[in-house]
């Protein structure tokens, strides 16, 4: 079994860095901000590189997602609400990167980008975090998907502090 939570890697910012360059050479006038466990010191997850990136319409996001597919992102996901996802790989691994496309300014953006400021912040809550993390993989026997239900309970009420 792949083991889901791993501590925190300083590389994580390196290997943004280089994403993040690669991205801007390739989109013009968006907003690139890392975001998750990997852009938050001394907090574990699951490794992925987490990036948002901003537009400033829904017009841009055809454009946006075809040019991503260029340098390798090939999943993706119109699901979430305010929210579209895109993955290096099917099924990820500790390293690779997801992005997640929102309008600058909407929810997604916001909620986002206050939760990883507030865990940058809140170093002890972001310990309280990632001890949650582990125990939540530990009761659900590594499955991503309850572990995933659990962690957005625990998401949900942070942001309620933004209010």
């Known amino acids: ?16 860095k280089k994403k993040r360059a690669k991205i801007s050479k390739l989109l013009k ?8 466990s990997t852009a938050v010191p001394n907090l574990g997850g699951k490794g ?23 340098i390798g992102f090939k999943h993706v996901d119109f699901k979430e609400k ?10 990820s ?16 953006y916001k909620e986002l980008l206050f939760f990883r400021n507030y865990l940058r912040e809140n170093k002890k809550e ?13 009761e659900t026997g590594e499955n991503r998907i309850r572990y995933g239900r659990l962690k957005a309970i625990y998401v949900k009420n942070i942001l309620v502090k933004n209010q």
Do not use: C, Q
């Open 1 to 16: 079994m792949k083991k889901l939570i791993h501590p925190y890697g300083r590389h994580f910012a390196d290997i943004f």
């Open 29 to 36: 006038n968006i907003e690139i901000h890392h975001i998750g």
């Open 48 to 70: 992925i590189i987490d990036i948002m990136i901003g537009i400033k319409s829904w017009e841009e996001l055809e454009n946006t997602t075809k040019k991503l597919k260029t």
């Open 82 to 91: 305010g929210r579209v996802f895109l993955s290096e790989a099917e099924e």
């Open 93 to 108: 691994k500790p390293g690779n990167a997801h992005i997640h496309i929102v309008k600058i300014g909407g929810k997604a």
């Open 126 to 138: 972001a310990k309280k975090l990632f001890n949650f993390k582990l125990k939540w993989a530990k």
